[in-house]
C-alpha cells in the first residue's frame, strides 16, 4: 500500500506525462473496443441481408442446381421437409428472362415465389413503399431501383420472355429494402406464373429456422433429405462476400498489433524518461534500504496505473461511441454509396454496429500485453542501478 500511495503521488507529481501515457491508451483502447463493434456490426447487417431479403436462412436444392442453376435442374415436384428446426417452407423458382416495358428492354432474373408463402420466410413483403405485395398471377413486383432502371410504374406492363414463352405482368408494387441486391435487380411474380414459363415446380426451397442456428438446421436436414438434394445455410449462400467479410477480419490481427506496439512504445518511452530523470531518487531510496526489486516494482505500479486511468476512460468512450453509432445512421451513406457501385452485393444500405461486453476484455488484454512488455525496459534500469555514481555528491 505504501508503494502505491508513493506511484500515485509520483504520477501526480508528472502531470503532463501521466496525461500523454494515459492519452495513448485512451486512443488505443477506443480504437480496439469501435473496430470490433464495426466489423461484428458489419457481418451482423451482411447475415440479415442474404437472412431475410436475398436468400432465406437455409436454402434447398437439388445438387445439380448448386452446380449449375439452370431452372431445368430444379425440383419437378413439391418436397416435404419435416425437422423440429423447420418454422416454415416456401417454393421459389429463380428464372433467368428477358424484361420488356415501353420503353427499356435487360436481362434479369425473375423470382417466382408463393406469395402468402413468402411473407413467412422473408421480409421483402413487408418492405412494399408503393402500391401492394403479390396477390394473384399476371402480376409483378419489383424493386424501386429495378422499376426506375427499367422506367416502369404502377399499374403498368412488364412483359416477362423466356425460351418457353412470354407472359405480361401488372406491375402492382414498388419494395425498398435498403438491400443492394433486391432493390436494384428484385423482380417478384406470382410462382405460378413462373411454373408456366419454365415447366418445372420450383428452382429451391427457403425455409425458415431459428436465428444463429441455420447451420445446425442444414446440417440436421442434409442427415434427412434424399441423395441428390443438398441443405446449405445463410453463410454458406453468401458467396464472395463471405470470403471478403472474412478477409476483412483477418487484418483485425495486425491492427492489434500494432496497438500493442503503439502503446508498449508509448509506456515505455514515458516510463524510461521519467525513471532516467529520477535515478539519483532511486539511488538515495536504494541507500536508505529499499530493495531495488521494489524500486522497480513501484515503477511498474506508476505505469499500471496510468495505463489503468486510460483504460477505463476509453473503455467508457469507447462504448459511448458504440452506443451511438449502433442507434443512429452514421454510415448510411457510406454503406448507400457501397450499394450504389456494387448493387450485386447484397450490401445492406445501414450499417449498426455491435455491442458487446468481451471488447472490453480484448482492449484491456492488449494495454496490459503492452505494458508488460514496455516495463521489462525502465525495470531493468533501476535493477541495475549504480548507487555509487548516483550518489556521488549527495
Do not use: C
Amino acid at each position: 500500500m505504501t508503494l502505491l500511495g508513493l506511484a500515485w503521488r509520483n504520477l501526480l507529481r508528472q502531470k503532463r506525462r501521466t496525461a500523454l501515457l494515459s492519452l495513448v491508451v485512451v486512443y488505443v483502447t477506443v480504437a480496439v473496443v469501435f473496430m470490433l463493434g464495426f466489423l461484428d456490426g458489419y457481418g451482423e447487417s451482411l447475415v440479415e441481408a442474404y437472412r431475410a431479403y436475398v436468400e432465406a436462412p437455409v436454402v434447398v436444392a437439388r445438387e445439380a442446381y448448386w452446380e449449375d442453376p439452370d431452372p431445368e435442374n430444379g425440383f419437378p415436384a413439391p418436397l416435404a421437409l419435416d425437422h423440429p428446426l423447420v418454422r416454415a417452407v416456401s417454393p421459389r423458382l429463380a428464372l433467368p428472362a428477358l424484361l420488356r416495358t415501353p420503353y427499356r428492354t435487360e436481362g434479369g432474373v425473375v423470382l417466382g415465389v408463393d406469395p402468402e408463402g413468402e411473407r413467412a420466410v422473408s421480409r421483402v413483403p413487408e418492405k412494399v413503399a408503393e402500391g401492394r405485395w403479390l396477390r394473384a398471377p399476371g402480376e409483378a413486383v419489383l424493386g424501386v431501383k429495378a422499376a426506375e432502371r427499367l422506367d416502369v410504374r404502377l399499374g403498368e406492363r412488364l412483359v416477362v420472355e423466356t425460351g418457353k414463352g412470354a407472359l405480361g405482368l401488372e406491375v402492382v408494387g414498388l419494395v425498398r429494402t435498403g438491400v443492394s441486391t433486391v432493390d436494384h435487380a428484385g423482380v417478384y411474380v406470382h410462382l405460378e406464373d413462373a411454373q408456366a414459363l419454365s415447366g418445372v415446380y420450383a428452382t429451391h426451397l427457403a425455409v425458415k429456422v431459428p436465428r444463429g442456428r441455420e447451420g445446425e438446421a442444414a446440417r440436421a436436414l442434409n442427415g434427412r433429405l434424399p441423395p441428390g438434394v443438398e441443405a446449405r445455410d445463410v453463410w454458406a449462400l453468401m458467396g464472395p462476400i463471405r470470403g471478403d467479410y472474412e478477409g476483412s477480419r483477418y487484418f483485425l490481427y495486425p491492427f492489434l498489433a500494432l496497438f500493442v506496439l503503439l502503446a508498449a512504445v508509448a509506456v515505455v518511452s514515458t516510463t524510461y524518461v521519467s525513471v532516467r530523470e529520477r535515478l539519483r531518487e532511486f539511488a538515495v531510496a536504494e541507500s536508505l534500504g529499499l530493495a531495488p526489486w521494489a524500486l522497480a516494482k513501484q515503477v511498474a505500479l506508476e505505469a499500471g496505473l496510468a495505463s489503468g486511468v486510460g483504460l477505463f476512460l476509453g473503455l467508457v468512450l469507447g462504448y459511448a461511441l458504440l452506443a451511438y453509432t449502433a442507434t443512429h445512421d452514421v454510415f448510411g451513406p457510406l454503406m448507400r454509396l457501397s450499394a450504389e457501385l456494387l448493387p450485386e452485393s447484397g450490401l445492406s444500405e445501414h450499417l449498426y454496429p455491435a455491442v458487446r461486453p468481451g471488447y472490453a476484455l480484448v482492449a484491456a488484454s492488449v494495454v496490459l500485453a503492452s505494458s508488460l512488455l514496455a516495463l521489462l525496459f525502465p525495470a531493468r534500469l533501476v535493477l541495475r542501478l549504480d548507487l555509487s555514481r548516483y550518489l556521488k555528491g549527495a
